[in-house]
């Protein structure tokens, strides 16, 4: 077996600032994902990673950097907060092919002042 | 426009009724999965089911890929059921998949 961790749990930011978030997996997975979802609504991609040094942008990239320092890592920047932005962030990663299971990790909860 | 569409949006059921939640799509789907989200936000795949029928535990789902469709029954429904239920297609081979806004089930004791 093996776990998803995001850090931190909650975020807390000012509007303009620059805020970033981390996942750790320790499944050895290929590919690493980050989803955005907003309250009452499904999952949306933000960026996906199918190897380490690799970015594939979603739908929903603008506004957003994002990092794959190493296999086991992936980083997501928000480049400039929006006030009263409020949403959860959330890490997955599975093996990679079409058939394959994404695992989630249990979200970075971010609300901008 | 949405490419994942779920209804209904919420279900109220009391303990020991059976479930039916539908997904339907507007795109071909290589794969199509069903996501159980807990109350306290974490997420788990609960099957893939991109053509056919499959049964896992009390959970049925079939899929008709041409009708681009997809239902989840859930049989005897217990409180610990209850949670938001997603269904998510990918449109490619690389397992980057779009969500639908969920169904919002609640089981009453």
């Known amino acids: 077996g093996g776990i998803i961790t995001q850090t931190p749990k909650f975020l807390i930011g000012q509007e303009g600032q620059k805020l970033t978030l981390k996942c750790q997996q320790n499944f050895n997975h290929d590919t690493m994902y980050w989803y955005r979802q907003d309250s009452g609504k499904g999952l949306r991609l933000i960026y996906y990673?199918?190897?380490?040094?690799?970015?594939q942008k979603g739908d929903l990239s603008e506004g957003y950097d994002a990092s794959r320092e190493k296999k086991s890592s992936f980083s997501l920047t928000v480049t400039s907060a929006q006030k009263n932005e409020m949403a959860v962030f959330l890490c997955?990663?599975?093996?990679?092919?079409?058939?394959?299971?994404?695992?989630f990790g249990p979200g970075t909860r971010l609300l901008v002042l | 426009g949405q490419q994942v569409q779920q209804s209904p949006a919420s279900l109220v059921l009391q303990e020991g009724e059976n479930a039916e939640l539908q997904c339907n799509f507007s795109s071909t789907a290589t794969q199509l999965q069903w996501f159980y989200q807990s109350p306290g936000g974490s997420l788990v795949s609960l099957l893939s089911n991109p053509s056919g029928t499959k049964h896992t535990g009390r959970l049925t789902s079939t899929t008709v890929t041409k009708e681009r469709r997809s239902s989840l029954h859930i049989s005897s429904s217990q409180t610990t059921d209850s949670g938001t239920y997603l269904c998510a297609i990918d449109r490619s081979n690389y397992n980057v998949l779009y969500f639908g806004s969920g169904t919002k089930l609640t089981v009453e004791p």
């Open positions: 997955a990663s599975s093996i990679g092919g079409s058939q394959d299971t994404q695992y």
């Open positions: 990673s199918i190897t380490e040094n690799d970015l």
